[in-house]
Each structure stands twice: as C-alpha cells, then as structure tokens.
C-alpha cells in the first residue's frame, strides 16, 4: 500500500519560516501530482498548493507569493517552503497525492496523516 509520511510541522512565530516535506512510498509508478492541502480550525480542508509534473503549480489565492511547493520527482517528495506566516496560517497541514500504482491501473488520491503548523507569538 501507499503511504505518506510528512515532517517539519511545528510552531513558529508571525513573520518566521517553516519547511514541510512529504515522501510517498510503496508500490509507486506514478505520483502524477503532489500537494499540499490544510484544515484551519472549524473549516472544511482547503487548498495550500499543488504540483504537476516537474514543475507545474498550482496555489490558494491567500498563499501565493509566500509559500512554494516544489518536488524531488526521484525521491516521490514534496516540500513547502512557508515564508511571512500569519496567524491565519495556524492548521493541520496534509500531505497530497495522486497515484497510480500499475502502468495500467487508474490514480487514486492518497493523504497523509496531517501536521500541526502553529503560528503565534
């Protein structure tokens, strides 16, 4: 089976950096896209930013400029690059992907297990 394993979640204060890394592992011939999703405290889970490919993004409106997704296609990781965090950035962050596990098999979406992202003083 497929899985997710993310890191780098933590708290950090208003203004600061914090990096986010997911590798995908098991039976893999495709991450076709990668992402990054999170649920802010009594919403729905949101977008943060996608990637497709090697290179093709994709980003919610109140993230872009600040945060960067890119990916190590080799390795099956994402990562997200968080700069001038606000206190709205405070959520569960989700690892994302879309995979196919046979060259003939259809994709499916797979999550990870979530990471706390905190953002206050």
């Known amino acids: 089976q497929v899985q997710l394993v993310e890191s780098g979640g933590g708290l950090v204060q208003p203004g600061g950096s914090l990096s986010l890394s997911c590798t995908a592992s098991?039976?893999?011939?495709?991450?076709?896209?990668m992402g990054w999703y999170r649920q802010l405290p009594g919403k729905e889970r949101e977008l943060v930013g996608t990637?497709?490919?090697?290179?093709?993004?994709n980003y919610a409106d109140s993230v872009k400029g600040r945060f960067a997704v890119s990916r190590d296609i080799g390795q099956n990781t994402v990562y997200l690059q968080m700069n001038s965090l606000k206190p709205e950035d405070t959520a569960v962050y989700y690892c994302?992907?879309?995979?196919?596990?046979?060259?003939?098999?259809?994709?499916?979406?797979?999550w990870g297990q979530g990471t706390q992202v905190a953002v206050s003083s």
């Open positions: 990637i497709s490919g090697g290179s093709s993004t």
């Open positions: 994302y992907a879309v995979i196919q596990t046979r060259s003939w098999g259809s994709w499916s979406a797979y």
């Open positions: 098991g039976n893999i011939f495709s991450a076709n896209v």
